[in-house]
């Protein structure tokens, strides 16, 4: 079975403030990970995504996420966010042997403030 | 190139009755998942089609079925609706089965009252 865990169901943040949206995971085999943006009234937008190669991966607006395989760990990380970041972020994961199956985690909902 | 369609946008049914959902895959995809989103269970994967095959299923009661057809496109159907039922479906393509990038749709949100 896999799983995956954002720890943060909601992060308050201040405009041009850094922020780190955290997800851990669980698998019992190899995995590749992605973060996606809802918006509301809309569907699920891809961030970025970790396949192999280099650990620390770079999104769409300015985003970035590091894998870290010994921590089991795929946060989401942003160095100066914007009101219009204002949505919901969730963490996925796809067993490298069942298709195209996305675990979600429960999401994370971040708040700008100005 | 035109995204993934999801007909109709909204829908009120009410108990007991049944429900059709369409999706229409980004051009040259071959692959079409199927989602449910709600407040309490968050996104629960209900099933994939890669030509025309379902390859996975997720964890839900038989009223919950799909089918894909040789354009790829794909419906969904719903039978005995139930209250629980009320949630946002959401259809995702890939180009490829396995390991590939799912694009996703606007959504369909479902209300059964």
């Known amino acids: 079975a896999q799983s995956v865990t954002q720890l943060d169901s909601q992060v308050p943040v201040f405009e041009e403030a850094p922020v780190e949206l955290r997800c851990n995971y669980s698998s019992s085999v190899s995995v590749y990970l992605f973060w996606y943006v809802q918006y509301p009234n809309q569907g699920l937008q891809l961030l970025l995504k970790y396949l192999s190669g280099s650990t620390l991966v770079k999104g769409i607006n300015g985003f970035e996420a590091e894998f870290n395989k010994s921590q089991t760990s795929f946060h989401l990380r942003k160095p100066s966010v914007h009101i219009s970041d204002t949505a919901e972020y969730f963490c996925a994961l796809v067993n490298n042997n069942a298709g195209n199956m996305l675990t979600f985690g429960g999401g994370t909902r971040l708040m700008v403030k100005p | ?113």
Not at chain 2, 20 to 37: A, D, E, F, M, N
Request: with cysteine.
């Open chain 2, 1 to 113: 190139k035109a995204g993934v369609t999801q007909t109709p946008r909204y829908l009120i049914k009410t108990r007991g009755q049944q429900v059709t959902l369409s999706c229409s895959p980004i051009s040259g995809h071959r692959s079409v998942s199927w989602y449910q989103q709600t407040p309490g269970q968050g996104l629960q994967f209900l099933f994939e089609y890669f030509s025309e095959t379902q390859r996975n299923k997720g964890n839900f009661p038989g009223r919950f079925s799909g089918r894909q057809f040789s354009n790829s496109r794909s419906e969904m159907n719903v039978s005995t609706l139930e209250l629980g039922d009320s949630a946002l479906y959401l259809c995702a393509s890939s180009f490829a089965w396995g390991n590939d990038i799912q694009y996703f749709g606007a959504g369909t949100r479902l209300s059964v009252l």
